[in-house]
């Protein structure tokens, strides 16, 4: 069973900065992709980072320049670095790794249960 634990998340002022985690458990044999999505209220779910096993990045044109994701591998651990935050960052964000358990066991997403990040103005 694979289990995503995000943290980080609170209460900002606008051009401020929160630094989110998520960090896997579970009997992994490999992560191929690392991304954070996020959801505000009344909106769909979009994706805002990700990180691929390669290490290679892409980010959503609204963060970009402003967030940065990065991973430690060791600890299957991925964060994502939030600069100069505006109100319109604000939403649950999510962590999501595309993982495959074993080497003959077919790739599958799971899930972190969120962190609400809120920038007031």
């Known amino acids: 069973q694979v289990q995503l634990v995000e943290s980080g998340g609170g209460l900002v002022q606008a051009g401020g900065s929160l630094r989110l985690s998520c960090a896997a458990s579970g009997n992994i044999f490999s992560i191929n992709v690392m991304r954070w999505h996020r959801q505000a209220p009344g909106k769909e779910r979009e994706l805002v980072a990700g990180i691929t096993s390669g290490g290679s990045t892409n980010y959503a044109d609204s963060v970009k320049g402003r967030f940065t994701i990065s991973r430690d591998n060791a600890k299957n651990t991925v964060f994502l670095q939030m600069n100069s935050l505006k109100p319109e960052d604000t939403a649950v964000y999510y962590c999501?790794?595309?993982?495959?358990?074993?080497?003959?066991?077919?790739?599958?997403?799971?899930w972190g249960q969120g962190t609400q990040v809120t920038v007031s103005s």
């Open positions: 999501a790794y595309n993982v495959r358990l074993g080497i003959s066991s077919p790739p599958r997403n799971y």
